[in-house]
């Protein structure tokens, strides 16, 4: 481990052990620089449109660390902030004061609202997420959306690790799209690979969840992710036990058409 508390496989020049994430996954892909560049122009274009008024949503896993990083790397005027459900994982967790402690940037934490969260473990339990779909999206929406609106109060554009490669549900995902509220939802890695998003971990040595080393591509609250078995999807350890078309917290899906 590192003084930071980023593994070793982090470190640029450093070999990443055998089954890693990064020596598993690190590859870039053809004209990948072009694509880089491209990325940083949408982030300084985003920043420069919407001066103290722009965040990223960062959920800690790999793709949102390539942003943090290329943010604190370029100097963008763009707050860092993450929900903390309650419900991560330690290791999810502790990534927020190793993003303080690599890139001296602050991060905004927002919890859900203590007494609502007492209230349905009070009435549902503290399984209720597996009892029915319902109950596991009234999870989310206290645990996440609540505390999201609160992040977003008085923001103008946020932005989020969106991949096309994520999932089917995904396979669309533009650049740039407007929330419910109208304001800029900036997708900045929309295009890159799983492969890319370690390349550039790998090079940059950007700390990551240590997690992904356990074959946990896509982490969410520790009661909802598990592991993923080889040809898995990249999101089948998210809510394993749902219908696939099912598997969204609520984050990403428009209550309304989206504008573009």
């Not at 660390?65 to 604190?72: G, H, K, N, Q, S």
């Not at 109060?153 to 994520?166: C, F, M, N, V």
Request: aromatic fraction near 6%; proline fraction near 5%; hydrophobic fraction near 45%.
């Amino acid at each position: 481990m590192s003084a930071d508390g980023s593994t070793l496989s982090a470190l640029p020049g450093a070999e990443a052990p055998a089954g890693s994430a990064i020596a598993l996954y690190a590859r870039k892909g053809p004209g990948f620089e072009a694509k880089l560049a491209a990325t940083i122009e949408r982030l300084r274009r985003a920043a420069a449109a919407h001066p103290d008024r722009i965040v990223q949503a960062t959920s800690l896993g790999a793709e949102d660390m390539v942003l943090t990083d290329l943010i604190a790397r370029h100097r963008l005027p763009i707050a860092i902030g993450t929900l903390e459900t309650g419900a991560l994982h330690a290791e999810t967790v502790g990534l927020i004061a190793r993003i303080t402690a690599h890139y001296g940037l602050a991060v905004e934490i927002y919890r859900p609202q203590a007494e609502a969260v007492i209230t349905f473990v009070r009435e549902h339990g503290e399984r209720a997420m597996y009892e029915s779909l319902a109950l596991r999206k009234a999870c989310c929406g206290l645990r996440k959306l609540e505390p999201l609106g609160r992040m977003l109060k008085d923001r103008s554009a946020w932005i989020t690790g969106l991949r096309r490669e994520q999932s089917d549900a995904r396979g669309e995902v533009p650049f740039e799209d407007r929330d419910d509220a109208g304001r800029l939802k900036l997708n900045a890695l929309a295009d890159w690979s799983w492969g890319e998003v370690w390349a550039y971990i790998a090079e940059h040595g950007v700390p990551f969840n240590p997690l992904h080393d356990q074959f946990m591509p896509s982490i969410g609250c520790a009661p909802c992710t598990r592991a993923i078995a080889v040809g898995e999807p990249f999101r089948a350890g998210r809510w394993w036990w749902e219908d696939e078309q099912a598997k969204e917290c609520g984050l990403h899906v428009s209550q309304a058409p989206a504008a573009r």
